[in-house]
């Protein structure tokens, strides 16, 4: 199993560009989500999703977007980035809080840089 | 608002020692976990603490839950080197909302 993989590791953009963080999990998990990493502040949910076609805001939704048409595949859309958007960004994934503890698989984390 | 809050921040600590990380938040919840990430890496699960007064110990970490004081606390005893790492805690709110202290970094020194 390769758990959960996002590409790409590194990304640079310029202000008002477009991009997509993949993320992708092979552990059949209906919850997966998006973190992002800023120094001092821990990691902060952006969006979630508890299965296929479902998917709602976290705490810090503003700038992105995320559709989920797969279990496997929860993608992260920046429509427009701005410098506030430079952050590391983490995909997790778990089974559905019902089973139990929501333990989170996390992905090796993309960094990405917007000028 | 929600405030989950890690002390310290930074620890510094030599070999052998001990020292408690505390997390404390501000809403009412019984799930929290603690997360341990090495610099550059990714987040690893460390403890699962699922009720009021649950206990978690892991070698040289033990992790333990107050839900009516909203307090957990990380135990690291006899501390190595390895132990160096930031260690976050997450509070679960609704099951679908995971949220995170600022992290700890531990550095244990020789």
């Known amino acids: 199993n390769a758990g959960v993989t996002q590409t790409p590791k590194f990304q640079v953009l310029k202000t008002g560009q477009s991009m997509t963080l993949q993320c992708a999990q092979d552990?059949?998990?209906?919850?997966m989500s998006w973190y992002r990493q800023d120094p001092g502040m821990g990691l902060r949910l952006i969006h979630y999703?508890?299965?296929?076609?479902?998917?709602d805001q976290g705490e810090v939704p503003n700038g992105y977007n995320v559709s989920r048409s797969t279990t496997e595949d929860f993608p992260l859309r920046l429509l427009s980035a701005a410098p506030s958007q430079t952050s590391v960004y983490f995909c997790?994934?778990?089974?559905?809080?019902?089973?139990?503890?929501?333990?989170?698989?996390f992905g090796a984390g993309s960094r990405l840089t917007v000028l | 608002e929600l405030k989950v809050e890690q002390n310290p921040l930074f620890l510094s600590m030599q070999e052998g020692k001990n020292y408690t990380i505390y997390c404390n938040y501000s809403?009412?919840?019984?799930?929290l976990y603690w997360y341990r990430q090495d610099p550059g890496k990714s987040l690893e699960s460390l403890f699962v603490?699922?009720?009021?007064?649950a206990v978690k110990q892991e070698g040289r970490l033990m992790a333990s839950l107050d839900t009516k004081a909203r307090l957990s606390t990380l135990h690291i005893t006899a501390a190595v080197h390895d132990l160096s790492a930031t260690y976050f805690c997450?509070?679960?709110?609704?099951?679908?909302?995971?949220?995170f202290g600022a992290g700890t970094r531990l550095t244990v020194k020789p």
């Open positions: 552990m059949n998990h209906e919850y």
């Open positions: 997790a994934s778990s089974y559905p809080p019902g089973a139990g503890a929501n333990v989170l698989t």
């Open positions: 809403t009412t919840s019984d799930r």
């Open positions: 997450a509070v679960d709110i609704s099951g679908n909302d995971m949220r």
């Open positions: 999703s508890v299965g296929a076609g479902i998917t």
């Open positions: 603490l699922l009720s009021n007064g």
